[in-house]
């Protein structure tokens, strides 16, 4: 069944056309950008693990605009398995606004995040639903290994959640994704946040509840290519930055204490080499010292920036996302 409302939604706390239908223990959202190859191989193996555990559940897509034939291979999978749903965006909004729509749909009392390109091997749900049973409420994966991943990029994550470790407020775990389960209480809290830059890993730590770490070894990507280059990644650190620290604009304030103190000082120093020995300082060093408090101030111009943009983009209040429609 596929639903719409006048092509598009864009309500911000959607309500599904199927909450009449049996109630399902367990909600497996995961989103999905040009994964025409993983896709069956992914349903598969969640089916797999999830037929196991012999209690209903729903598998939900999330399509974010997709230039491949993904969203095709969803109505084939939801046109078989009537556990399939898959919502699909009008438009790419991006991997963690996916995550937040794959929430606002989802039924089950334990929902599970988990990315549709088989690096997070779904065989390790078992376990994180093992653990919320024993009375954990966020149960997330934290990676012992991660295989077919460049140097750089191991450097880079590592670098990433220690910095974000000493300048936040909230304690979030090292070498963690997206990958992990949310209890219905929690979800139910989550949902309730609307803020347009997003940093979800932060969030369910945020939150608080009662939480427990799995770990797991990380695989290679079953097909295609990742979908957090560089340019991605320096925009998703900024992300987590601003959403959870004010550290940068305190540097800026402290930064620039100090270089006015040390100018105070420059100012003594030249007055009295200037009386004693009538010395001139000459305009190279000069030029190179406003250059240097000109690039300083740009830097912290650009800092604020960011946060004043961001605080734009809350002022407009647009929604997350926009629904074209929905295989429910």
Not at 166 to 193: A, Q
Not at 263 to 281: D, E, F, K, M, Q
Request: net charge neutral.
């Amino acid at each position: 069944m596929v639903e719409q409302k006048n092509g598009l939604q864009t309500a911000r706390k959607p309500v599904r056309s199927n909450s009449t239908q049996q109630p399902v223990t367990f909600s497996i959202v995961a989103p999905v950008f040009n994964e025409e190859e993983t896709l069956p191989h992914f349903y598969e193996r969640v089916i797999a693990v999830m037929d196991s555990l012999g209690e209903p559940f729903e598998l939900l897509f999330v399509n974010d605009g997709s230039r491949d034939a993904s969203f095709r291979i969803m109505q084939e999978l939801h046109d078989k398995d009537p556990r399939v749903h898959a919502i699909n965006f009008s438009r790419n909004f991006g991997h963690q606004i996916a995550i937040s729509a794959g929430l606002d749909y989802a039924r089950g009392q334990a929902v599970i995040i988990l990315d549709a390109d088989l690096q997070d091997p779904p065989e390790v749900i078992l376990t994180l639903i093992e653990r919320w049973k024993e009375g954990a409420e966020v149960v997330y994966a934290q990676r012992s290994r991660r295989e077919g991943e460049t140097r750089f990029k191991l450097l880079t994550a590592a670098a990433f959640y220690r910095v974000i470790e000493r300048i936040t407020s909230i304690n979030i775990p090292r070498d963690t994704g997206d990958f992990r389960l949310l209890d219905r209480r929690v979800v139910d809290v989550l949902i309730t946040m609307r803020e347009q830059h997003r940093f979800m890993r932060g969030l369910s730590v945020w939150v608080g509840f009662r939480q427990e770490a799995v770990s797991y070894e990380r695989h290679e990507r079953f097909a295609g290519e990742t979908k957090y280059p560089l340019n991605k990644m320096i925009r998703f650190s900024l992300d987590a930055i601003t959403s959870f620290s004010h550290v940068p604009l305190q540097l800026a304030t402290s930064f620039g204490f100090l270089l006015a103190g040390l100018s105070l000082i420059g100012i003594v120093i030249a007055i009295i080499l200037r009386l004693l020995t009538g010395a001139i300082a000459g305009q190279a060093s000069t030029l190179i010292l406003v250059l240097f408090l000109g690039g300083i101030q740009l830097i912290f111009l650009g800092i604020i920036g960011e946060y004043l943009g961001r605080i734009y983009d809350e002022v407009r209040a647009r929604p997350l996302y926009i629904v074209h429609e929905v295989l429910d």
